[in-house]
T-cell receptor, first 115, second 109 residues
Framework: GAVVSQHPSWVICKSGTSVKIECRSLDFQATTMFWYRQFPKQSLMLMATSNEGSKATYEQGVEKDKFLINHASLTLSTLTVTSAHPEDSSFYIC???????????FGPGTRLTVL | KQEVTQIPAALSVPEGENLVLNCSFT??????LQWFRQDPGKGLTSLLL?????REQTSGRLNASLDKSSGRSTLYIAASQPGDSATYLC????????FGDGTTLTVKP
């Protein structure tokens, strides 16, 4: 089956620094990828839709200037958490699909801890 | 806006029991519905995918059903084992995915 990878799998950073998370579709091309986050004991919430070659679409309440998304190619999307704060500590997961009607393949997730 | 609800929020059963997890969604215009399990602190493990044109899917001791018209899906787990203890998530896919809050299952030895 299709594989989506994320890097890094976990990261610890100091408050005020920026962190970049990569999401790659390893064996298929994806014009659209999605970014989710999960706070402890809560379900996953969609943050934004990443579109190859165009600007990302953010869900209500998600700051686009804080969570920068770049979909540089059909196999790579990056999420940069800028000026991270402890409240940004969360589990971030991406997903991608070869086609909009196909199954979503989820990455293994990145656990971010901001000290 | 799609809303996905899972009932119950938590379930505890003795080993060997059969059980059913319920999922309901408000917008039936979905491409497919997926069931995942998530272990504490871990990512998602895909269990079953049901396309919108299908009624059910089976994998081992797991059986998932889908009734699009009523906006419901169920995950049936037969002969539960302690290793089945996890949080089970129902996800409605319509381009972007909407997650339920999950059912946390504990299977006691």
């Amino acid at each position: 089956g299709a594989v989506v990878s994320q890097h890094p799998s976990w990261v610890i950073c100091k408050s005020g620094t920026s962190v970049k998370i990569e999401c790659r579709s390893l064996d298929f091309q994806a014009t659209t990828m999605f970014w989710y986050r999960q706070f402890p004991k809560q379900s996953l919430m969609l943050m934004a839709t990443s579109n190859e070659g165009s600007k990302a679409t953010y869900e209500q309440g998600v700051e686009k200037d804080k969570f920068l998304i770049n979909h540089a190619s059909l196999t790579l999307s990056t999420l940069t958490v800028t000026s991270a704060h402890p409240e940004d500590s969360s589990f971030y997961i991406c997903s991608a699909s070869p086609a909009v009607t196909d199954t979503q393949y989820f990455g293994p997730g990145t656990r971010l801890t901001v000290l | 806006k799609q809303e996905v609800t899972q009932i119950p929020a938590a379930l505890s059963v003795p080993e060997g029991e059969n059980l059913v997890l319920n999922c309901s969604f408000t917008d039936s215009a979905i491409y497919n519905l997926q069931w995942f399990r998530q272990d504490p602190g871990k990512g998602l493990t895909s269990l079953l995918l049901i396309q919108s044109s299908q009624r059910e899917q089976t994998s081992g001791r797991l059986n998932a059903s889908l009734d699009k018209s009523s906006g419901r899906s169920t995950l049936y787990i037969a002969a539960s084992q302690p290793g089945d203890s996890a949080t089970y998530l129902c996800v409605a896919n319509a381009g972007k995915s909407t997650f339920g809050d999950g059912t946390t299952l504990t299977v006691k030895p």
